[in-house]
């Protein structure tokens, strides 16, 4: 009965943590990255760094800034840009790989999730694409900020969220 099942569903319902986080990215990602035949740990720590910092910068302008996901991702990414333009572009070396393609791909989804890109009725490979217009768009500039204070408390949580990024995992 589990084989005629979709793979998520059966594999879901086993009760067994690993198997239950691999499903849930079965769902969100529709391909899964094909054997690597290197080393892939020092790939994996790199795109984990970048997206901390991604993701700190999103979760602090979503607290900070005036509460538009699109636009908070927006400076976000400009912010994560700024500051670690190193870590991107060392990252992006490794594109056109499958597993550094699929990482890319499960962080995009999430960030598209978060923002409302990908909604009910919204292909995942439309939001992709929606959501990677949208990143290809923002430059690395410093994004204007509205007072003396906001500044601070911000450039206080970038740092923050930088110096975390950059501890060995």
Same mark, same amino acid.
């Given at each position: 009965m589990s084989h005629e099942l979709p793979t998520y569903v059966a594999t879901a319902t086993t009760g067994s943590g690993h198997v239950a986080r691999h499903a849930v990215a079965t769902v969100i990602s529709p391909r899964q990255p094909a054997e690597a035949t290197y080393d892939e740990r020092p790939?994996?720590?790199l795109h984990q760094r970048w997206v901390t910092v991604v993701d700190g910068?999103?979760?602090t302008e979503m607290e900070?800034?005036?509460?538009e996901p699109v636009d908070a991702l927006r400076v976000a990414w400009a912010h994560a840009l700024e500051h670690?333009?190193?870590i991107k572009r060392e990252l992006d070396t490794y594109s056109g790989d499958p597993l550094h393609d699929h990482l890319? &791909?499960?962080?995009? #989804?999430r960030l598209a999730q978060?923002?409302?890109?990908?909604r009910p009725g919204h292909s995942m490979h439309e939001a992709l694409d929606e959501i990677e217009g949208l990143l290809r768009s923002v430059a690395p500039a410093?994004?204007?900020r509205s007072t003396w204070l906001g500044r601070r408390r911000r450039a206080? &949580?970038?740092?923050? #969220?930088?110096?975390?990024?950059?501890?060995?995992s």
């Open positions: 790939l994996r720590a910068c999103f979760e900070c800034g005036d509460g670690s333009a190193d890319t &791909e499960h962080h995009l #989804l978060a923002t409302g890109i990908l410093a994004a204007e206080a &949580e970038e740092r923050r #969220l930088i110096m975390a990024s950059m501890r060995p």
